[in-house]
């Protein structure tokens, strides 16, 4: 596993020149839940997309300024068998953990942890008022790392890299490289490339994406448009796997802000109980044998 941490300037880059774009496949609307202490989200990657959208397993988005629907937070609770991301637009959040790690998450920092063999961490609000808005992600593991050591890193807002263009699109490389610009943390085998891109209104901008590569856009400000589809405000657009696509154009209809994440698929069986992810049902049991008997701490 690599990671690299700089702590730059924003620098104007030249876009990508693609030959065509991947199209939208699919739009999703999230579903309304909740999780945790009763922290309200809205779940946008759900479990029937796992296989579409392998190596993900799921986004959360949460967006509130009522406490009421945040101060419970995520207390303690046990992971196995694959990564979380959690990006913070506004708020602060603290996190704990069995392995000794601890850390506060806050506007624009990105907290990546790796549960592997299994943790169990909680995440709670720092703040009894204001807005808490941000996103989890999971990230599966391949079978052969689903029992690694666990992980944990912060990454507070300064330490994410970013680029401009000569239109003043901004886009901030959390994961993997674009047009150029290597983010903050890079895996050798799901490859994910995960962007938050801020469009001004009629603004296009374009990245290369693998062809093989799963891919899908959030829109969490605004709309856009992917190969003449609209994309509105909390919508997902899944982008399409055409073979002759060598990457993907978005178009802002009025300002925006959107999530790009991409990753190279694991083609591998998921099996999910929970908060454990693995290969197959033993290894569920394993896992929540594992819990009960106090062995992931």
């Known amino acids: 596993m690599q990671t690299t941490t700089r702590i730059t300037q924003a620098t104007q880059v030249t876009q990508a020149t693609l030959r065509q774009s991947r199209g939208i496949e699919r739009l999703v609307e999230g579903v309304a839940t909740s999780d945790g202490a009763g922290v309200k989200l809205t779940r946008v990657l759900t479990g029937q997309l796992q296989h579409r959208l392998d190596p993900y397993l799921m986004l959360d988005a949460f967006s509130s300024d009522d406490p009421n629907d945040y101060i419970g937070g995520f207390p303690d609770h046990?992971?196995?068998?694959?990564?979380?991301?959690?990006?913070?637009?506004?708020?602060?959040?603290?996190?704990?953990?069995?392995?000794?790690?601890?850390?506060?998450?806050?506007?624009?920092?990105?907290?990546?942890?790796?549960?592997?063999?299994?943790?169990?961490?909680?995440?709670?609000?720092?703040?009894?008022?204001?807005?808490?808005?941000?996103?989890?992600?999971?990230?599966?593991?391949?079978?052969?790392?689903?029992?690694?050591?666990?992980?944990?890193?912060?990454?507070?807002?300064?330490?994410?890299?970013?680029?401009?263009?000569?239109?003043?699109?901004?886009?901030?490389?959390?994961?993997?490289?674009?047009?150029?610009?290597?983010?903050?943390?890079?895996?050798?085998?799901?490859?994910?490339?995960?962007?938050?891109?801020?469009?001004?209104?009629g603004c296009a901008y374009s990245t290369a994406l693998p062809a093989g590569h799963n891919a899908f856009i959030y829109v969490y400000r605004g709309a856009v448009q992917v190969a003449g589809t609209l994309v509105g405000s909390r919508r997902m657009g899944i982008l399409s796997n055409a073979t002759e696509a060598d990457g993907v154009t978005i178009t802002a209809t009025e300002d925006a802000r959107l999530l790009l994440i991409a990753g190279k698929p694991l083609h591998q069986p998921i099996v999910q109980y929970g908060p454990f992810v693995m290969n197959t049902q033993a290894e569920i049991h394993q896992a929540l044998d594992d819990f009960r008997a106090g062995r992931l701490a």
């Open 78 to 201: 046990p992971h196995r068998g694959f990564e979380t991301i959690t990006y913070m637009l506004s708020g602060r959040m603290r996190h704990r953990d069995s392995a000794g790690n601890e850390g506060l998450l806050e506007n624009g920092g990105v907290q990546w942890m790796t549960a592997g063999r299994g943790v169990i961490h909680s995440e709670l609000p720092e703040q009894e008022n204001g807005v808490m808005e941000g996103f989890q992600l999971w990230l599966n593991l391949p079978a052969r790392d689903k029992m690694t050591e666990p992980w944990y890193r912060d990454f507070p807002s300064a330490a994410i890299p970013e680029y401009r263009t000569a239109d003043e699109i901004t886009v901030r490389v959390i994961a993997g490289t674009s047009n150029g610009v290597a983010g903050a943390v890079s895996r050798a085998d799901t490859e994910p490339l995960y962007l938050d891109i801020h469009l001004p209104a």
